[in-house]
Each structure stands twice: as structure tokens, then as C-alpha cells.
């Protein structure tokens, strides 16, 4: 990534986390029982790549990311309560998030429980509290709300699957696109919303981030072969351990990786419709190339 | 309950139950791999309180509670999302719901799990997709969110009194403000918003709604004690067998009548305020005297 482009990326990064703060230590998630939980999961890291692409499409369509940090860091609440309840036992059942314990292995499965339902809410609470006016709340809360609907139902396809041995091609990207791409569709939309941007720029961007986030998920798949634990924080090896179906074991790792490249390559394509797109397609090949 | 208030009543939980039909076959919430488990849950039974304080408390305030009824059916469904998640193993390990099994103990704990999330985030969508006005829509999510939050903050302290032997009369009362009595209240003020009400109103229909959550909440220990397997749909005894300090074990079962009946007339009181009165003092008598 070139530098100048790191630089975009860490401060977005700071941007969100500084802004996760400032909604604990205020009325928005007031002090409670779980906050600490909730706060911990937040903090785990992660790349932040959803509200770094919120912030990025508002800066993109209107020349002001800052308009949109509170539904950046709205959308990085759902994904991490969908990861801590993913991580409990009765589901993927995995004792390390980024390297460190997973909530209900620091917390307890119950408390874990429940500061997944408590970020799950204080979404919503974080775009209605925000000074968004009421159309833009409305449009923001319904599209976060769609994909995790969404989302949701992309986790039980891929729960349904550990029962099947008949899995197509075709079945994986349709589950990616709901367990994957939702979220990453829906933050590109929700900078676009904030950005004040046209129909057509909104349509434009959930085809990149659908096309993103494909080529994201397979890279995540490979990544679970081929990628080193240090780097991972958590085990490689796993979904061939779990006698999961992934992309990667029906294609093959090469086949793979030209699957990734040709939805990455779709993902490049869109973004010239859109000027000031630099920052974007280097990200875009980032995710590609990581190796964590 | 008099006849005519029992008909109210009864139109009141046909009415919860069709919308929530309605919306399962709408594109509000599209089938899914987890929408049999949602629906199994949320037709489960119950006696429907809080869509009734919704619709109850609209048509006092407007003399029409058709405008409130997605609003009533998003109570219901944060209610249901989180008896779901609470009958978990990890949470009170309760086998059976209204006499039927819990939802972990007919499809998984995982889809349980899932089941839940998902009908949180129905809740907003449910409020989203309807034709309220956009200051409407963020005034009720402001509503649930925040009773959410509440009710959260409630279960994780109920969980944590499990490990104390030092639990005070105002703990408990506390701990049900938090867990019961938000989205009691969140129902009564909805129902009001919903009705186009004023800030004295909204105030009054608050501290009903608290009066009588508590009430209720003294209730259902009571029951829990002196009530009937069959009736109540679960066993009986189960605060005691667990160990649980409840108001009944703190003050015994003669003053938690006592108390019960006190915050019943606390809430009686406040409707004096309102006009069209006659079914909610029924319905907050019933609630009081009730056997299940």
C-alpha cells in the first residue's frame, strides 16, 4: 500500500476507535454490567476494514469522512457481536479472536451472550442518537438492519452445511454473499448515504463491495491453508480440521486464488466509475494480497 | 375482567398475533433459513402484555390503536428475543417455555441462538418498514434501543446476584426496574408516541408502566412459589431449587403480597389521569390477581 494511502487507513482506524470510546464514556452505552465485555471485544483490533470503508465512501462522494463515524462505528458493532457469538461454544466454539481469549472464554458464556445482544443494540442506539436528521437515520438504520438479517441467515447456511457433503461452488459464494458480503455492502452504502450520494453511486458501490467481499471470504478461506497463526492470531488449519466445506476444498487453492483475483478485478473495475477512488483501490488490493 | 374489557383484550392479542403472520409473509422478514425457529417462538403463546399496553395506551391517547401495531409487534418481538436467549444452557437452562419445549431444545442451540439475534434485529426493521414519519420511527427505536439496553443490563445483574448471598429488598427492585419493568414502560410510551400524546402524558404513562412492571414482576415470583405447573406451563420452585434470592425469599410470601399489591395501587393511581381508563385498571387488576 502506498504510504500516503497507510496513512488514510491508520487514521480511520484511530478514527473508529477513538469514536468507540467516546460512546462508552458517554450516555449512549452508559456503564453497565456488560459494558466491560462489550468494550473488550470491541477492542480487540481487527482490521476495521467496514467503517474504514463507511468513512472512505462519505470522503469519496462529499470530500468529508467525518460525517459518517457514527455509522462507522455502528456497522463495526454489528460485526463484533456477530463474532462473539459465533465464537461461543454452541457455535464455531473457538477459544482465540486476533490472539487473544474469545469474549466467553474472558467472560463467561452467559456474559458473552449478552454483550452480543447489548452491541447488536447499541448499534441502532449509536445511529439514532447521532445528529443524522431523521431521513438519514431512517435510511442508515435500514439498510444496517437488512444486512444483518442477512448476515444472520448466511450463518445458518454455513452451520447447515457441516451436515452436507454435496456443497456447489455456487451454494459457498451464495452463503458468502450473505454471511460476507452484507456487512461490507452495507458499509460502503451507509458512507454513500452519508456522503449524501445518488442512486447510482449507491448501486455502484454495493457492486464493489459485493464483489469485495467475495473476494475477501475466499481470501480468508485460503488464508485458513496456507497462512501463518503468528500473523492469523488464531489456529490455521481449522475448517479442514472441522470437516468444513470451503471454497478452497472444492476448487483447490489454485482455482482459489483466480476466483479471489477475478472478484477483486470486478471490485477495481467499479471503482472507476467513481472519482478520488486512489485510496480504495489500493485497499482493495491489500485485502487481496494480506496474509492476515 | 369485565366481559367487554376481556373482548378488548382478546382483539388485542389476535391483532399481535395476525400482524406478526402479516409480516412473516412480507418482505420484511423474506424466509430464511431461521424464520421457523423466530415464528415458533413468537407464537409460542403469552399473554401479550406489552403489544396490549402499545395498542391500550395509543387508542386512549387517540382513540385509535391501528397505529400502533407495528410498534406493539416490535415489543413483542425484543420480549421474545430475549426469553429465547435466557432459556439458553448458558443463561437459566430452561427446558420448557409455556408448556411448550424452548426453542434450543427443538432446533439447536446454535439456531436458538441465531433465532434470537435475528428477531432483535427484526424488531428495528419492524419499526423501519412502516409508514410512520421519519421523527416518529426515531423516537420509537430511541425508545426500544434504550429499554433494550435496560433489560440487558437487568438480565447480566440477575445473573450476577446468582453468586451473592447479600441481595437487599432495593437490589431487587433494582435489578426488576432494569429487567422487567423497561420494556413494560417502553410499551405504555410507545403506544402513547405512537398516539400523538404530550410530555405529561408520556411522563404518566412511564411511571404506570413502572408501577405496574414491578407489580407484575412480584407476581411472577409469588407464582413461581404458590402457582400451579399446569397453568403456568413450567415447573414451579425453580427460584428456590436454584438457589435464586427473589422478593419472596427476601420478605417472604405475605409481604411480597403486600408490596405487589402496593406499587398495583401505585399504578392505578396514575391512570386516574387519563380518560377511557376503565380497561387498563381491569387489565393492571387481572395482572395482579392472575394465576399465570
Redesign the interface.
Known amino acids: 500500500m502506498h504510504p500516503k494511502n497507510n496513512d488514510i487507513l491508520r487514521n480511520y482506524v484511530i478514527t473508529t476507535e477513538n469514536a468507540i470510546d467516546n460512546i462508552f464514556s458517554s450516555s449512549i452505552?452508559?456503564k453497565?454490567?456488560?459494558s466491560e465485555a462489550m468494550k473488550y471485544s470491541l477492542d480487540a483490533g481487527g482490521k476495521r476494514i467496514r467503517p474504514s470503508l463507511v468513512m472512505e465512501f462519505c470522503r469519496v462522494i462529499s470530500g468529508d469522512y467525518k460525517k459518517s463515524i457514527n455509522a462507522a462505528v455502528a456497522i463495526e458493532m454489528i460485526h463484533t457481536?456477530s463474532l462473539i457469538?459465533d465464537d461461543?461454544p454452541?457455535?464455531d466454539d473457538d477459544d482465540f479472536r486476533r490472539g487473544k481469549p474469545s469474549c466467553h472464554k474472558k467472560f463467561?458464556?452467559?456474559?458473552a451472550?449478552?454483550a452480543?445482544?447489548?452491541l447488536?443494540?447499541?448499534a441502532?442506539?449509536v445511529i439514532?442518537?447521532s445528529d443524522y436528521?431523521?431521513?438519514t437515520?431512517?435510511c442508515l438504520?435500514?439498510e444496517i438492519?437488512?444486512a444483518?438479517?442477512k448476515m444472520?441467515?448466511g450463518?445458518?447456511?454455513d452451520?447447515?452445511f457441516l451436515e452436507r457433503t454435496d456443497i456447489s461452488e455456487d451454494d459457498l459464494l451464495e452463503m458468502y454473499s450473505l454471511k460476507t458480503c452484507a456487512l461490507i455492502e452495507c458499509s460502503a452504502v451507509m458512507g454513500c448515504i452519508c456522503g449524501g450520494a445518488d442512486k447510482n453511486e449507491l448501486m455502484l458501490a454495493r457492486e464493489y463491495a459485493h464483489n469485495l467481499g467475495l473476494a475477501f471470504q475466499i481470501r480468508d478461506d485460503i488464508l485458513d491453508v496456507i497462512g501463518d497463526e503468528k500473523e492469523l492470531g488464531k489456529p490455521i488449519g481449522s475448517d479442514a480440521d472441522n470437516n468444513k466445506t470451503t471454497i478452497v476444498s472444492v476448487l483447490g487453492i489454485e482455482k482459489a486464488s483466480e476466483l479471489a483475483k477475478k472478484y477483486s478485478d470486478n471490485a477495481l473495475n467499479k471503482l472507476d466509475s467513481f472519482k478520488n477512488n486512489d485510496f480504495l483501490k489500493d485497499l482493495t488490493k491489500l485485502l487481496l494480497e494480506r496474509y492476515k
Chains 1, 2 share one sequence.
Open positions: 452505552a452508559p453497565t454490567s456488560v457481536f457469538h461461543l454452541c457455535m463467561g458464556e452467559a456474559i451472550l449478552l452480543g445482544d447489548a447488536e443494540n447499541l441502532f442506539r439514532i442518537s436528521d431523521d431521513k437515520k431512517s438504520i435500514s438492519s437488512d444483518t438479517a444472520i441467515d450463518q445458518v447456511r452451520l447447515s
